[in-house]
């Protein structure tokens, strides 16, 4: 099993997303189509696999790799590929099936909670100042009163617009880059995070 990666910024990075790949035996590749790696030669039928990280662009620049990044997310589809999406990756996916994305009266940054279908709640690092309109066909993962939080398209695509992947250093790096400095997190707030998507992880990608 090889997964491809797309990073999108230094700060948000897979993190403890290595942890289960290496815990699994389960093979990385990262690109950064942002600094030029060309994704638009990738074959989608070599891939076992695609995980698309955040970062503080919008799917709605004109970017050119972006465009390409949603090429490939519905070529793998039609393959019944897995996909994940965090954060923009999660736009990506809502943006390459037709729905939209838009930008929020204000900004959701820090430790939050969201709702899920079965009522209960999840501690998450918030960190998009952008929400995605509902998939027609999606299933609804998690919500608050802000935003749209989680969705499965069929049954191989899971996109969160919060972070589970992320640790307390990461949380004050993006604090930091982005001028907006976090306090200090305890890191049993993110433990049960860490737990749903060890759990997604394995049901996506193994």
Known sequence: ?????????????????????????????????DQGDPIAQLNPAE??????LGGPMS????????AA???LIRSLNKLGRPVLGICLGAQQITKA??????RMPQPEEGIGTVRGTDGSL?????????????LPGSTLLYENEHALQGFAYHDHIVGF???????????????????KPQGPVNPGILDHGHQVLAATLDRLFL
Do not use: C
């Open 1 to 33: 099993m090889k997964l491809t990666v797309m990073q999108h910024t230094d700060t948000e990075d897979l993190g403890t997303i290595k942890d289960w790949a290496a815990d699994k035996q389960v093979d990385m590749v990262t690109y950064r189509p």
């Open 122 to 134: 999840l501690n998450v690092f918030h960190w998009h100042g952008e929400a995605m309109s509902r």
């Open 97 to 102: 099936f037709g729905a939209n994305v838009y």
């Open 47 to 52: 891939m076992d696999g695609l995980i698309l």
């Open 59 to 66: 799917v709605n620049d004109d970017f050119d790799w972006l």
């Open 161 to 179: 617009q919060f972070h589970l992947e992320v640790t307390p250093d990461m949380i004050a790096e993006i604090g930091a880059a982005a001028g």
């Open 69 to 71: 990044e949603r090429i």
